[in-house]
């Protein structure tokens, strides 16, 4: 399925990919989570964020917390209008939390640094 909309004429496209429908049961988990997954191809200087990660890992996280991936920073309400589903915030949370309690997704909370 490919949903379009146009925004000040630029055309935007919805993937939805039947692997990640049969997976989450449901279309709007497989936008959001096909959303997530382009999102994650196109983070900046990745290589650099992880080994950060890997550097701050046991101080923010615990000896077990393994970085595997790039971060990415997004909110419900910015992935409700890319993935055109119109959904509250509140459903789209929902939609968050079973995609990480599924293992499908890592959430974590973004550390706030402050300037000395």
Sequence with gaps: MNLRSTTKGVIKRVVIKQEFVELTGKFEKAAILQQLLYWSTRTRDAAKYLD??????????????????????????????????????????????????????QRKRQIMHTSR
């Design 52 to 105: 950060e990660e890997k550097r701050n890992k046991i101080l923010c996280y615990g000896s077990d917390f393994e970085a595997r991936h790039g971060w990415i920073y997004k909110t419900a309400d910015e992935l409700a209008i890319e993935t055109m589903l119109h959904l509250s915030r509140q459903t789209m949370r929902r939609f968050l939390v079973d995609l990480v309690e599924n293992g499908w997704l």
